[in-house]
């Protein structure tokens, strides 16, 4: 998720200022202040909302989708002799252009 919990809390309570003092100025400072808190918890929730908009937005599809398996050494090893030299010198180039692309 985009941001933190910080950020939540610091547009609520820039929320809840405005609406406490523009309150004040029509209503007792009881009123003002229940008006207050009542704008806290709304702008915390949009917030959190637009944060975590954002983060669903900025979530990288293609990551998701790549499911990470663990091997050893032996499995590993028997997977390239499995394959000819010109698909060894293949698979050693896409790694190496997924290395390269990842250091961009």
Do not use: P
Not at 29 to 45: E, G, L
Not at 48 to 68: C, H, L, P, T, Y
Not at 74 to 90: A, H
């Amino acid at each position: 998720m985009a941001g933190t919990w910080k950020f939540n809390i610091g547009f609520a309570l820039f929320g809840c200022m405005i609406a406490f003092f523009s309150s004040l100025l029509q209503n007792s400072i009881w009123t003002s202040t229940i008006r207050a808190f009542i704008a806290f918890v709304v702008f915390f929730v949009f917030a959190f909302i637009v944060r975590w908009m954002i983060g669903f937005i900025q979530r990288d599809e293609s990551a998701s989708n790549v499911s990470f398996v663990q091997r050893n050494d032996t499995e590993v090893e028997q997977m390239i002799e499995d394959l000819s030299e010109e698909e060894q010198q293949k698979v050693a180039e896409y790694i190496r252009q997924l290395l390269s692309h990842e250091e961009k």
